[in-house]
C-alpha cells in the first residue's frame, strides 16, 4: 500500500533482470520503500541486481518467473501478495528482441516472441490487474515501444507484437478507470542495455536511468502514455505518416 504521501512501498518488476525495470524500480524507491521483488526466468543469477537495489530498511527478492508461461500466472499472482503483500506499482518488463533474419530463417523464433511479447504480457497483465481491481489501487506499468507505432521491415515481428500490446495496454488503462488503479504505458526508443548490446545505435538513443526517469516524473504526473525521450512522439508523428515508398527506404539501423 502506498503510504499517506504516496509513496511507494511495494515494488514487482515482471523480468526482474531487465535493465530498464531495474532501473524504474530503483527512481522509484524512497526511504518508505519495503520491499522489492524481482520476478525472473534465473532467480538465482540475480546478486548484481539485488545488490544495485540494496539499502536499509529495504528488502529485495528475487522469485521465479517465465512470462511466456501463461498457466503459472494466476498462482504466480497469489504467492507473490501472499509472501509481500498488496502491489504498489507492477512493472512489466520482460520481452525479446531476437532478429527479423533468425525469425525469417525459423518462424518458430518468431513465434517464441510473439507469445513471449504479446500473450505473456496481456496474460499476467489481466492477473494484475484483476488483483488492483481486489486491492482497489495500484499501478501497471508497461513497456511497450516506438517500433508498435510503425513497423519497419527490420524488425517487423518485436514492432508488431509492440503494437499489440500497446493497442491492448490502451483498452486496459481505459478500463481501469474507476478502479482507484491504473496503467501507463512507456514507449522508450533504443535503449542502450543488454537487449540493444552490440547494435548501432539510433537517433534520440537514451539509457535505462533516463527511461526509468521519465517514467518515474510521468507516473507521478499521472501520464497516461509516455515516449522516452518525449521528443519521439513529435518524430513518430512524422514517421506514421511518411509514405510507404519512402519508409522502406529508410536506414534499417
Ligand atoms: N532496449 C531498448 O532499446 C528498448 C526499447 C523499447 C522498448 N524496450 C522494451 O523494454 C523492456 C525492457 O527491455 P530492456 O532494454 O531492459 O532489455 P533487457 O535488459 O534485455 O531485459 C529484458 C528482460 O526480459 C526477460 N525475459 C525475456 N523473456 C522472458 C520470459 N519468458 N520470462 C521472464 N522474463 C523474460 C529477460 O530475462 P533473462 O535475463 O532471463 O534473459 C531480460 O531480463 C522490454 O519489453 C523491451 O522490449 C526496450
Known amino acids: 500500500m502506498e503510504n499517506a504521501v504516496g509513496e511507494v512501498q511495494n515494488i514487482l518488476v515482471l523480468g526482474g533482470r531487465s535493465e530498464i525495470g531495474v532501473a524504474i524500480a530503483r527512481e522509484l524507491l524512497t526511504p518508505s520503500t519495503q520491499r522489492v521483488t524481482l520476478a525472473c526466468r534465473r532467480p538465482d543469477e540475480t546478486r548484481d541486481v539485488e545488490a544495485s537495489l540494496s539499502r ?116 486496459l488503462s481505459d478500463a481501469m478507470v474507476g478502479t482507484g488503479a491504473n496503467v501507463m504505458i512507456v514507449r522508450p526508443g533504443f535503449v542502450h542495455s543488454a537487449m540493444t548490446a552490440g547494435m548501432k545505435a539510433a537517433p534520440f538513443s537514451t539509457t535505462p536511468d533516463v527511461v526509468a526517469q521519465l517514467t518515474v516524473r510521468g507516473l507521478r504526473a499521472g501520464k497516461r502514455i509516455i515516449w522516452t525521450p518525449g521528443i519521439l512522439r513529435w518524430v513518430f508523428v512524422l514517421m506514421r505518416h511518411l509514405p510507404v515508398a519512402i519508409w522502406r527506404r529508410m536506414p534499417e539501423g
Open 56 to 171: 536499509d530498511g529495504l528488502r529485495v527478492d528475487s522469485v521465479i518467473f517465465d512470462g511466456a508461461d501463461t498457466s503459472t500466472h494466476a498462482d504466480f499472482i497469489d504467492n507473490v501478495v501472499a509472501t509481500s503483500g498488496d502491489l504498489d506499482v507492477v512493472i512489466l518488463a520482460f520481452g525479446l528482441l531476437g532478429t527479423q533474419e533468425e525469425c525469417d530463417d525459423d518462424p518458430q523464433a518468431a513465434v517464441k516472441i510473439a507469445h513471449t511479447n504479446y500473450t505473456g504480457a496481456v496474460s499476467i497483465s489481466l492477473e494484475v490487474a484483476k488483483r488492483f481491481r481486489q486491492q482497489g489501487h495500484g499501478r501497471l506499468i508497461i513497456l511497450s515501444s516506438v517500433a508498435g507505432e510503425r513497423a519497419r521491415k527490420a524488425n517487423f515481428v518485436y514492432g508488431s507484437t509492440k503494437a499489440g500490446l500497446d493497442a491492448f495496454a490502451q483498452g
